[in-house]
């Protein structure tokens, strides 16, 4: 049974789900124009099973103007969701009926060609959606080279062979990326990811029932998990703010429970690799507002100890960076509290500087023995520091400070020394946010620029969120006479941008 003190980040999953159950119910009534043979149905039913959920869910064959397989014309909507409440049973599906990648995706399981009978029918009619998922988008969200896995195709597809929930989150996030990234200019592949995302948020609330009344097994907090995951990946696909960031905060105490379970000996990879994914999300969130960090020490231990493949290959910051800067982050919410005094919160930052300082990349253990990925180190180091330097005050230094002019510059040598077409340039992104928006010249402001709009281009993902920051960041610079002009880690920056429950973002 849930333990009581859980009952309060249940609720607040709860209270965070239908604000955006209604937005999203708006999106899809905007879109019947456009998508006319998407019937709309109610956001909001009494009782959700974890098997069943919502129908008429268009197949990207009707999108693509294309006939279902063995049909001579295109029905107006197809029905391939199964409202049985009972378990799905597994049927083997004849090798020819899939295409190759997904053979290669359901071979992960122990009977390769089995999965649920009630989900045969999307992954089918899906496939396309799947294939980009797994061929185009996965390979942007994660640093996958020789001697390395690609942890999306790993662990998140052979979930998605497992569970609606997973697997409609999974087709609104590659729906949304598909448009967005040009593949296609089809306004309708809007609407499929808004109505997939709905389906999602449905099934999620469905486990959150299920965890309020009994509790949830292990596989069922690991769909919970990669829900969530996927939920946030879609909103920094669509804006770069995730709406989710209360669910994100509200699945702390899930991944607590999973980092430092009774037996250690349980605690799979798929689970380290979703708590490290959300765990970084959770630091990333702080870089812009301290409060918002959720999770707890305990939680980014277990990453730094046990998570370190993943949190590298996934975005390329070193697991003892990751835990350090964690811990500032952590300090820093408690002075705000009120809860530590300024003078060792001082001390504090001190430590952390100079650990900075010190700390050497060539000491630190990579997953491979390419040179990028102590750049890409140093990178994160720099970045680190110049959130450091920021506190406890944002406007105490000047952006002509030598130590951010340093940290400014060693970042953007960083770039300058990573070939654009590298699998490791992508994750420079959250640098050079940083150094675009601490820079006090136009020349590097314009060549971070030039990188940041390369790493949109080769990953498809827009991030309009970012683009108006570093914007209004640099035209308040042109017209403010302050001596401390607006930056980055300015918090009322970010707060004329967002709301409370929403999280600035980017991956």
Not at 115 to 144: K, V, Y
Not at 172 to 183: E, M, Q, T, V
Not at 192 to 200: F, G, I, K, N, Q
Not at 480 to 492: M, V
Request: charged share 20%.
């Amino acid at each position: 049974m849930l333990q009581t003190a859980h009952r309060g980040n249940n609720h607040e999953l709860f209270d965070g789900m239908a604000p955006s159950l209604r937005n999203l119910s708006q999106k899809v009534s905007q879109m019947r124009p456009k998508a006319a043979c998407l019937r709309r149905r109610s956001l909001v039913h009494s009782s959700w099973d974890s098997d069943a959920g919502p129908t008429d869910l268009l197949p990207l064959s009707t999108i693509l103007g294309k006939p279902p397989q063995g049909s001579d014309a295109e029905p107006e909507a197809l029905v391939v969701v199964s409202v049985a409440r009972s378990p799905p049973s597994l049927m083997p599906l004849p090798p020819n009926s899939l295409g190759p990648n997904l053979i290669s995706h359901i071979s992960t399981f122990s009977s390769p060609s089995a999965i649920p009978s009630s989900l045969q029918g999307e992954i089918l009619a899906n496939r396309h959606l799947i294939d980009h998922f797994d061929q185009i988008l996965s390979e942007h969200l994660t640093i996958h080279i020789h001697g390395t896995v690609n942890q999306f195709r790993e662990y998140v597809l052979p979930l998605a062979y497992q569970h609606r929930g997973i697997l409609h989150a999974l087709l609104g996030l590659s729906a949304c990326h598909f448009r967005l990234s040009g593949k296609s200019k089809n306004q309708q592949f809007v609407a499929l990811s808004l109505r997939y995302r709905s389906s999602a948020l449905h099934y999620l609330g469905s486990l959150v029932s299920n965890e309020e009344i009994s509790g949830l097994t292990t596989s069922e907090e690991e769909y919970a998990l990669v829900m969530i995951f996927l939920l946030v990946l879609h909103d920094v696909c669509e804006t770069g703010v995730s709406s989710h960031g209360v669910r994100l905060t509200g699945v702390a105490f899930l991944c607590k429970r999973l980092a430092c379970p009774t037996n250690s000996s349980t605690r799979s990879k798929t689970s380290m690799f979703l708590i490290s994914a959300l765990a970084w999300l959770d630091v990333l969130r702080s870089f812009s507002s301290v409060e918002k960090l959720a999770y707890s020490e305990d939680v980014r231990k277990c990453v730094r100890d046990h998570g370190s493949l993943s949190l590298h290959t996934l975005v390329g910051c070193p697991p003892v960076i990751f835990h350090r800067i964690g811990r500032v982050f952590n300090a820093a919410k408690s002075y705000l509290g009120g809860d530590l005094p300024l003078d060792r919160f001082q001390v504090l930052l001190d430590e952390a500087e100079k650990f900075f300082r010190s700390w050497d990349p060539d000491q630190a253990v990579y997953p491979t023995g390419n040179q990028e990925w102590k750049q890409l180190a140093e990178a994160y180091r720099h970045a680190c520091l110049l959130r450091i330097i920021r506190l406890p005050g944002h406007f105490t230094v000047p952006r002509e400070d030598p130590r951010i002019r340093a940290s400014v510059s060693a970042i953007l040598d960083v770039c300058a020394d990573i070939h654009r077409d590298s699998a490791f340039y992508k994750r420079l992104l959250f640098p050079l946010f940083l150094a675009g928006a601490e820079t006090s010249s136009p020349h590097q402001l314009h060549y971070a620029n030039s990188c940041i709009d390369e790493i949109k281009h080769l990953t498809g993902f827009p991030h309009p969120a970012m683009t108006k920051l570093l914007t209004k960041i640099w035209e308040e610079r042109r017209t403010n006479t302050n001596a401390f002009p607006l930056t980055a880690i300015n918090l009322q920056a970010f707060s004329e941008l967002l709301h409370s429950q929403q999280s600035f973002l980017f991956f």
